[in-house]
C-alpha cells in the first residue's frame, strides 16, 4: 500500500512515474489492489466520480491509489455538467476544468460565472428569478470559486455563506474548516475574520485520540488534553495541516494566526448543533477574549476551563493558550 500512495503521488501531480515505481506497483497490482478492488465490487469500474461536495483529499488518494481514477466533477440543476477532472488530469483541491461547450469565468465578487450549451433557459413562470440568474448570456450560479494556473476550478462555498475582510475580499469559512477537519489530527475547527479584520484566523481542536497515540508513538509525555493541546510539538504537527490548507487558497485567504484550543467544542454548551455545526454567534461571544488577543498582536491568552475528575468532582483549570503565527504570513 505505501508503493500504491506513492504512485498515486506522482500521478496526482502529473509527474512521470519512474521506471522502478512502475515495476513495483505492478506487483502490487497482482498482490493486492486487484483484491481490494474486487472486495469492494469495482472491479470493473471504468469511469469513476463524485459530486456534490469537494471530497478530502486523503479519500481521493486512496481511491487513485487502489487504480480507480475517481474524479471530481461540478454541476447543478440550472447549469447542467460544468467542470470536472480528466482521466489524466486530476488535481486534489478542485473539481476540474470546464467541459467542451462551457465557459467560464469569476466576477469581482468572486462568483462562477457559466455560458454553457447544457445550462436551463429560465425558472418555469417566474421571469423575476432567470432575470436575476441569466445576465448577458451568463449564468449567476451563486457559487463562490475560483481558477488555478491550471485552469482548474476551485469551488469554495455558496456566496450568500463567505465570510467578508476589513479590506472587502471574501473567503468561504466552511472551506477552511472542511480543509483542516480532513486532517487525522484535526477534530474541529472554526475560521474566524470579518469586517472588521485584517487577515483569517483559526481557533483548531485536536483529535485527543489520535494526536495521544501520536504522542506516545514519539515519546511526548502529558496528561490531559489542555496539557497535550500546549505541547510544542503537537503546534508544529497542526502546523503542517495549516501550511497544506493554505496552499489551495488565495493569499488573502489563508491562515496568518492560529490558536489550539484547550478544550473541545460541546453541544451542551451551545458551541455545536446536535450534528455538529458550528454555532458562530455562541463560539464567537465565548471566545471573544481569545479572538482580542489574536488580533491584538498577543503571543498568549489566558484562559479557565471546568474539567470534570473521573471520581465526578468538579474543578477549574487556569492555562494561558499560546497564539501561534504560520510561517510565510505577515502579521
Not at 283 to 307: F, H, M, N, W
Request: net charge neutral.
Amino acid at each position: 500500500m505505501p508503493i500504491a500512495l506513492k504512485v498515486a503521488d506522482f500521478r496526482l501531480k502529473g509527474e512521470t512515474l519512474p521506471f522502478y515505481l512502475k515495476v513495483l506497483y505492478a506487483i502490487s497490482e497482482i498482490i493486492l489492489l486487484r483484491s481490494i478492488r474486487n472486495r469492494i465490487g469495482l472491479t470493473k469500474a471504468r469511469f469513476a466520480a463524485t459530486a456534490g461536495s469537494v471530497l478530502g483529499q486523503d479519500t481521493i488518494r486512496f481511491i487513485n491509489a487502489l487504480g480507480i481514477k475517481l474524479r471530481q466533477v461540478y454541476g447543478s440543476s440550472e447549469g447542467g455538467m460544468i467542470s470536472g477532472h480528466k482521466e489524466d488530469d486530476i488535481r486534489l483541491g478542485t473539481v476540474g476544468t470546464p467541459l467542451p461547450g462551457v465557459n467560464m469565468k469569476i466576477s469581482n465578487e468572486g462568483e462562477i460565472l457559466v455560458q454553457s450549451d447544457y445550462a436551463f433557459s429560465g425558472f418555469y413562470k417566474n421571469p423575476e428569478a432567470t432575470a436575476k440568474a441569466l445576465k448577458d448570456g451568463w449564468w449567476y450560479s451563486g457559487d463562490a470559486g475560483y481558477i488555478d494556473e491550471k485552469g482548474h476550478l476551485i469551488f469554495m462555498d455558496r456566496l450568500s455563506e463567505l465570510g467578508e475582510l476589513r479590506s472587502g475580499m471574501k473567503y468561504a469559512p466552511q472551506y477552511v474548516e472542511s480543509g483542516l477537519r480532513f486532517s487525522t489530527y484535526i477534530k474541529d475547527a472554526m475560521a474566524i475574520g470579518d469586517k472588521t479584520k485584517d487577515y483569517v484566523s483559526a481557533i483548531i481542536i485536536i483529535d485527543f485520540e489520535n494526536v495521544g497515540r501520536w504522542a506516545e508513538i514519539n515519546r511526548i509525555p502529558y496528561t490531559t488534553f489542555t496539557d497535550l493541546s500546549q505541547k510544542e510539538e503537537v503546534a508544529q504537527l497542526i502546523k503542517l495541516d495549516v501550511e497544506r490548507v493554505n496552499k489551495g487558497l488565495p493569499p488573502h485567504a489563508r491562515i496568518k494566526k492560529y490558536v489550539l484550543l484547550h478544550k473541545e467544542f460541546d453541544p451542551d454548551e451551545a458551541d455545536l448543533t446536535r450534528t455538529r455545526k458550528l454555532k458562530r454567534e455562541a463560539l464567537t461571544r465565548r471566545y471573544s477574549q481569545l479572538i482580542d488577543a489574536i488580533y491584538e498582536g498577543k503571543e498568549e491568552c489566558p484562559v479557565e476551563a471546568e474539567i470534570t475528575y473521573q471520581d465526578g468532582r468538579k474543578g477549574v483549570l487556569k492555562t494561558s493558550l499560546k497564539i501561534r503565527l504560520v510561517e510565510g504570513q505577515d502579521s
